[in-house]
Structure formats: structure tokens, C-alpha cells
């Protein structure tokens, strides 16, 4: 079995051998980092396990190259950004026509139509807006629910994660909310006005939205930045029922989740939302969101801004909308998220969730496998968690590192905030066999010590 000290022998090896074989990464690494914070022009990309920042030079179908040749699959997909592959051809050439006419107007455009159209034949709700991420979105929809009902409160599930939104950095901590400590420059309490409770806990929801003064509940359908967790049956259909019975609003965060179909989750699984959020992957990479609104909530939203003194709402920003995003949005959705697409992906999904269980059995290990559509992720026990509390004590970072860099040295590359793996149309069975085969390795390699040579 392995160890600390295996982890950490096997890891400071695989750093060698990245060093080794990055020199153009390294160099262009140290040269950012006169200029930009962490060497990088988002301090995220430093999260990543590798000694220094990886160097794209090119991200094409499921496939990344770096500066220094060396070529990867790609299951990460930018975190989602990219679910359905780098540089799919239809949008590639819609924005290169858009680009030739025009990126930004703060007026709409000819595909403003179309889109809105589509976006509620696909997820069922009437009126939309738009955002540059569901970052935005989120935080856009909050102000017009608490517009539109007059409440102040939101409430999270523990470990939640909605972007850059800063009411929901609130945390279960024995049991008591306290705002996240990883949260910087926050001046502001924020458990005055966000309640959390832990995902499946019917009784907790129901006594936190008995007040009558939770203007809505903000979840993933599934969460997914906590690792997986999964509902438990019934437990969205007695919780919408909840959150009706005293008047608060559900908002569904389908950024990730929407790896479950052309729909979503809640179009595949019968879920009813007052509000919807599309983030990251909606418009083939180009920075793009969506939100929308049920009839009843559109109006009310409506009313609250004209019952409003003159002046800005403080929702939006000049380049939400843009005719860039709306034209890659109209591809992606008319082109490349179609039913075939998600068929293939999701298939995928289903063979690398078996393979990756079959390899981790061979091993004697006591992980387990989540798979939600077009989405899989392993985690570090036997036992699938029920909430974020449960969830968080199967980080191993150490471990987690150690896999996530071996796997990067074989060629292969995971989401580096948690053990994520997501097909996309363009990813094939030869990629999906290259991660099973890295996967093997890398585990035998752990399983004695982590001694050996790599591939």
C-alpha cells in the first residue's frame, strides 16, 4: 500500500522528469513571471501540480500541444470551458465571419433571436439574459431574485461552488456557517445573509427555509466542484416541493451539470427550476453565460426594474451579449451541442467510469467512480459521499497531485482542482484507452513504492 513517504519519493520524481522535459515551458514560465502575478495571467493557472506553468501552443479537438512539442489528451477541457472540444469547426468559423463584422455594439444582433428561441426550447424556461461567465450570471440572477421577491437571503449547500460569487463563500464548520477562510479582501459578514445546510438533508432545508425570508436556493443539481455528490432518490423532488411551500425560488447551476445531455440535468431528470445558469461551455469556448427566468419570475424581475428610481441596476457589463459570444453561441448550440454529440460523449463517459473501476479494483483499492453524463470523477473511498463534509474528507492532496502530474508525464491531462475527467464530442476510444493505460501505470507505480521507470 502506499504511503507518505512513497507519495512523496514518486512525486519528486515525476517533477524531475517534467522539469527534464519542459525547457521551452520553463523558460517562457520564468519570463512571465516579471510581469504577471505567480508567472501567470490568472493565478489559477498555478494550481496546477507541475513545477512550473505548462505552455499551450496550440489546443485542437480533445487534444492540447505545449511549446515543447509534446503532445496530450485532454480530459480537462478547461475545466468544462471546453466540453465540446478545442476549436470545434463550426464556431471556429463563426467567429472568424463575426470577427470580419464586428465584435461589440452594446446593441443586439441577428442571432439574438435565434438564440433565445433555442435556449428555451432546451431547458424550458421563457426569457433569458445573458453574461461573459456564470460567475456573472450567478451573481446577476441573485440581485434579480432579490429584486423580484423582496428577500435578502440565499441559501447553499456545504461545499458548494458558483464561481466567483462572493454570498456563497459560507461553510458548514462543525456544524456551525462560517465564511470560507480561503476568501481574501471579504470586509462584509456573510452569514447575515447566506444560510447553508448539507446537500440530501431534507429536515435541514426545511427548517432554513421556514423562516419565510430565503429569497432562493442556489445548487448544482449534482454537485461537482466538491467532488461528485450525488442526489439521493427523491431528494430533489421533496426539496422543490420545500422550497415552493414557503416561497423561495430554485436556481439550478448547470455549468457542469449540463454534461447530462442537450437539456441539462434538470431537462433529463424532471427538475423544474424558477431560474437556470449556463456558464463556461454554452458558447464553444468563447467567454460566454446565460441565465433564465420562468414567466412569473421574468415578470416580476421586470416589474421590480421599472418600479426602480432611474439609474443603473448593476446587473450586466458593456460586453455582455456582444455579437462575438452571441454568434459562437448560435454555432455551438445549432451545430455542436447537438443529441449525436451528447449520445457519443456520453457513451464515452460510460466506458472510461467502467475502465477506471476495473482498474482500480485490480488494485485492491477502495476508491469508488461517480460518472453524471459526459462527466466522471474518481474519489479517494469506497463509500459515495452524500454532502460537501463528507466529500472534503476524501481529499488527499498530496495523492491527488502525485496522480494528476503522473498522469501529465504519460500524456494525459485531468482537472487539476479535483479528480475530474469529461469527454467531448471529439474525443475517441484510442484517447479514452491512453487515460486507462496512464491510470494503470501510474497506480502500479504507487501500489510499489513508486519505483519504476516511466513510460
Not at 498555478?46 to 500541444?65: E, Y
Not at 418600479?307 to 454555432?331: Q, V
Not at 475502465?355 to 453524463?373: D, F, K, N, P, Y
Request: charged residues 15%.
Amino acid at each position: 500500500m502506499y504511503t507518505k513517504d512513497s507519495i512523496d519519493a514518486m512525486t519528486q520524481r515525476e517533477r524531475d522528469h517534467f522539469i527534464t522535459a519542459h525547457p521551452k515551458s520553463q523558460a517562457l514560465a520564468t519570463q512571465a513571471a516579471q510581469h504577471w502575478l505567480y508567472g501567470v495571467p490568472l493565478h489559477w493557472m498555478s494550481d496546477w501540480s507541475t513545477p512550473f506553468a505548462l505552455q499551450v501552443s496550440r489546443a485542437q479537438g480533445s487534444h492540447l500541444t505545449d511549446v515543447d512539442g509534446l503532445n496530450y489528451v485532454d480530459f480537462c477541457l478547461g475545466d468544462t470551458g471546453a466540453m465540446f472540444g478545442h476549436a470545434p469547426a463550426p464556431v471556429a468559423q463563426a467567429v472568424q465571419r463575426q470577427v470580419a463584422q464586428g465584435c461589440t455594439t452594446m446593441l443586439a444582433s441577428d442571432d439574438v433571436a435565434w438564440v433565445g428561441a433555442e435556449l428555451a426550447r432546451r431547458f424550458g424556461l421563457p426569457m433569458w439574459q445573458t453574461a461573459l461567465s456564470a460567475s456573472d450570471a450567478n451573481r446577476f440572477l441573485l440581485r434579480w431574485v432579490r429584486a423580484a421577491t423582496g428577500r435578502k437571503k440565499l441559501l447553499v449547500f456545504n461545499g458548494c461552488y458558483h464561481g466567483t460569487v462572493d454570498d456563497v463563500f459560507v461553510d458548514l464548520v462543525n456544524g456551525q456557517p462560517r465564511q470560507r477562510d480561503s476568501l481574501l479582501g471579504q470586509v462584509h459578514d456573510l452569514t447575515e445573509h447566506t444560510v447553508v445546510v448539507e446537500f440530501n438533508d431534507l429536515p435541514a432545508l426545511e427548517a432554513a427555509l421556514k423562516a419565510g425570508d430565503v429569497a432562493c436556493v442556489l445548487a448544482e443539481p449534482v454537485m461537482t466542484n466538491i467532488g461528485m455528490v450525488l442526489p439521493e432518490d427523491g431528494f430533489w423532488s421533496q426539496a422543490q416541493a420545500l422550497i415552493r411551500q414557503h416561497g423561495s425560488l430554485l436556481i439550478l447551476d448547470e455549468t457542469h451539470t449540463f454534461s447530462s445531455g442537450p437539456g441539462g440535468y434538470a431537462r433529463a431528470h424532471g427538475l423544474q427550476s424558477d431560474a437556470l445558469v449556463l456558464g463556461k461551455p454554452i458558447a464553444g469556448g468563447v467567454p460566454c453565460a446565460v441565465y433564465g427566468f420562468s414567466a412569473k419570475l421574468a415578470q416580476q424581475a421586470m416589474q421590480a426594474k421599472r418600479a426602480a428610481p432611474p439609474g443603473h441596476s448593476g446587473i450586466g457589463t458593456t460586453l455582455t451579449g456582444n455579437m462575438l459570444a452571441m454568434a459562437a453561441m448560435r454555432a455551438t448550440l445549432a451545430e455542436v451541442a447537438t443529441d449525436a454529440a451528447f449520445a457519443h460523449m456520453i457513451a464515452l463517459a460510460g466506458q472510461l467510469a467502467d475502465g477506471l473501476r476495473a482498474c482500480i479494483e485490480r488494485h485492491h483499492l477502495a476508491w469508488s467512480v461517480t460518472q453524471v453524463g459526459a462527466r466522471c470523477e474518481f474519489q479517494f473511498g469506497s463509500v459515495l459521499p452524500v454532502n460537501g463534509t463528507q466529500a472534503e474528507a476524501l481529499f488527499d492532496p498530496a495523492l491527488e497531485s502525485l496522480i494528476h502530474l503522473a498522469l501529465l508525464n504519460r500524456g494525459v491531462i485531468i482537472t487539476p482542482f479535483h479528480n475530474m475527467l469529461l469527454c467531448s464530442p471529439a474525443t475517441t476510444q484510442a484517447d479514452v484507452q491512453r487515460l486507462l493505460t496512464a491510470f494503470d501505470e501510474v497506480l502500479a507505480l504507487l501500489l510499489k513504492d513508486g519505483v519504476g521507470d516511466l513510460a
